[in-house]
């Protein structure tokens, strides 16, 4: 692909990635009102984004830095969402003490 139809391909990719991560982002969002409830939503939306990034890093590994924001990226995706995982996963663990109900696993 040459001229006009490689920068079709790339702009229609790259917005359907970006349509991917804006849902992504939707769906973490709407865990915010039940948090404590919603622990596998959580885990299955930070595993498919730590994915993302372990491709991302591997690609780094590969081709060398693309630059900062995707160097942001990286960090956001492979420490900051683990980390927010393990803090919704506490909330989960104290939502369950105060209310007396036992959390499996």
Known sequence: MVGADWDAAADSHFRYLSGLLLGIGLAFWSCIPRLPDQTAR??????????????????????????????????????????????????????????????PG
Do not use: D
């Open 42 to 103: 959580f885990r299955l939306l930070t595993a498919i984004v730590v994915l993302g990034g372990a491709g991302r890093l591997l690609g780094l590994a590969l081709l060398g830095s693309p630059g900062g924001p995707m160097a942001a990226a990286l960090v956001m995706e492979l420490l900051v969402t683990p980390l927010l995982c393990l803090w919704q996963m506490r909330i989960a663990r104290l939502h369950g003490a105060r209310s007396g109900a036992r959390l």
